[in-house]
C-alpha cells in the first residue's frame, strides 16, 4: 500500500512505501513499538515513487495513514486543480446542442457523456474522472475550468454552467456587501472551497488501496 508522505526539503507530499525497518550500525533495529502509534519511535525507510528514499519515524507514517486511510481501507485526498479535458468522440455535437420535442418545442440536451477531465490531487497525482461524477464533486470549479478551457458552449456544458456561474456570483456579491457596521464580510473561505477551479478546496474520493 502506498501513501502520501512528506518528501522532504519543503517538497510536496509524494506517494511512497515502506521498505523496512532501519537498524543501527551494529544491526540493532532503532527505535521501540509501542501499542500507542503515536509512541512508536521505529525508524523505517520508506520509498518514493521516483526512487529516492528517506528515513521516517513509525508514527510520522501512523499519522498519515489515520489522515489518509479508514477503517474500509479508502483513501482521502484533496483536489487542486483541474489539468486537462477529453472525450472519447462520441459527445453530442454543438449542432445537435437542441432537440425538438413532441409539442414541437427546442429543448436543450441535458449530457455529460463521452467527457473525462483530468484532476490533479494535492499530492501530486492525476485522476481521469467522467464528466457526471466531476459534476457532482466540483460543480463550480468545473464551470470556471470550462470557460477558461473554452469548452463552456459544449452541448454538454452549456445547459448548466451559466447558471452555476451567475448563483456564484450573486453569493459572492452578497458576502461582499457591506454589513450595518460598514465592514465587507470576508470572501477567502468562499473561494478556497469555491473559486473557480485554481484555488481548490477539500474533496474525498473513494481510492480502494487494498
Known amino acids: 500500500m502506498e501513501l502520501a508522505l512528506p518528501s522532504g526539503n519543503g517538497a510536496e507530499p509524494a506517494f511512497a512505501r515502506v521498505t523496512k525497518r532501519l537498524r543501527d550500525a551494529n544491526g540493532l533495529p532503532i527505535g521501540t513499538a509501542n501499542d500507542n502509534p503515536i509512541l512508536d519511535s521505529r525508524m523505517c525507510e520508506v520509498e518514493y515513487q521516483d526512487g529516492h528514499k528517506l528515513?521516517?519515524?513509525?508514527?510520522?507514517?501512523?499519522?498519515?495513514?489515520?489522515?489518509?486511510?479508514?477503517?474500509?481501507?479508502?483513501?482521502?485526498?484533496?483536489?487542486?486543480?483541474?489539468?486537462?479535458?477529453?472525450?472519447?468522440?462520441?459527445?453530442?455535437?454543438?449542432q445537435d446542442t437542441f432537440l425538438t420535442t413532441r409539442l414541437g418545442t427546442r429543448q436543450q440536451r441535458e449530457t455529460t457523456i463521452s467527457w473525462e477531465i483530468l484532476v490533479q490531487w494535492k499530492d501530486q497525482s492525476t485522476?481521469?474522472?467522467?464528466?457526471?461524477?466531476?459534476?457532482?464533486?466540483?460543480?463550480?470549479?468545473?464551470?470556471?475550468?470550462?470557460?477558461?478551457?473554452?469548452?463552456?458552449?459544449?452541448?454538454?456544458?452549456?445547459?448548466?454552467?451559466?447558471?452555476?456561474?451567475?448563483?456564484?456570483?450573486?453569493?459572492?456579491?452578497?458576502?461582499?456587501?457591506?454589513?450595518?457596521?460598514?465592514?465587507?464580510?470576508?470572501?477567502?473561505?468562499?473561494?478556497?472551497?469555491?473559486?473557480?477551479?485554481?484555488?481548490?478546496?477539500?474533496?474525498?474520493?473513494s481510492q480502494s488501496l487494498w
Open 55 to 94: 528515513a521516517m519515524a513509525a508514527n510520522a507514517i501512523a499519522q498519515n495513514l489515520f489522515a489518509q486511510v479508514d477503517a474500509e481501507g479508502y483513501c482521502h485526498v484533496l483536489f487542486d486543480e483541474i489539468i486537462d479535458h477529453c472525450t472519447d468522440g462520441k459527445e453530442v455535437k454543438q
Open 127 to 205: 485522476s481521469w474522472i467522467a464528466l457526471k461524477d466531476m459534476k457532482d464533486s466540483f460543480l463550480v470549479q468545473l464551470a470556471g475550468y470550462s470557460v477558461r478551457a473554452r469548452i463552456s458552449q459544449e452541448p454538454a456544458f452549456a445547459w448548466w454552467v451559466s447558471l452555476v456561474l451567475k448563483k456564484r456570483n450573486r453569493i459572492i456579491a452578497k458576502i461582499t456587501k457591506p454589513n450595518k457596521a460598514g465592514v465587507n464580510c470576508s470572501v477567502t473561505s468562499f473561494l478556497e472551497h469555491f473559486g473557480d477551479g485554481r484555488l481548490g478546496g477539500f474533496a474525498v474520493i
